[in-house]
């Protein structure tokens, strides 16, 4: 079973765990994430979820940088701020849930996709 993002530190552009806030990973909600961007990919991984899923695809999901059509960086009243990533097939929402650092790591994640997507 997955435990987390399984990627050698050499192949990372950046990472960010957050362990008790929520997040909508390809339609199922979470809590506790982590994501990790490549050079060419976006690896997202949802910790805990409500369903009961036994397939592993549904909890790693892999989302190439070619197929990513827009991020967002937005400040929510409830939930602090939110990191939205539009691919071609999936959509992945973390949420900080107004923890401070969690936000400004959302805010260099953001950062480093536009700067690879550019």
């Keep these: 079973m997955v435990d987390g993002i399984l990627l050698d530190a050499s192949n990372l552009k950046g990472k960010v765990k957050g362990g ?15 994501l990790a961007v490549t050079e060419r990919s976006i ?13 592993e695809e549904y909890r790693y999901l892999i989302v190439p940088l070619d197929s990513v059509r827009g991020v967002e960086l937005k400040d929510l009243s409830d939930r602090g701020r939110c990191l939205q990533i539009h691919a071609l097939d999936d959509e992945v929402i973390l949420f900080s849930e ?20 550019a």
């Design 20 to 34: 008790r806030a929520g997040a909508e990973i390809a339609g199922m909600s979470y809590i506790g994430y982590e």
């Design 43 to 55: 690896h997202v991984y949802g910790d805990h979820c409500n369903a009961d899923i036994q397939d």
């Design 98 to 117: 107004n923890q401070s650092s969690l936000s400004k790591n959302l805010k260099r994640v953001f950062l480093l996709l536009s700067r690879l997507l």
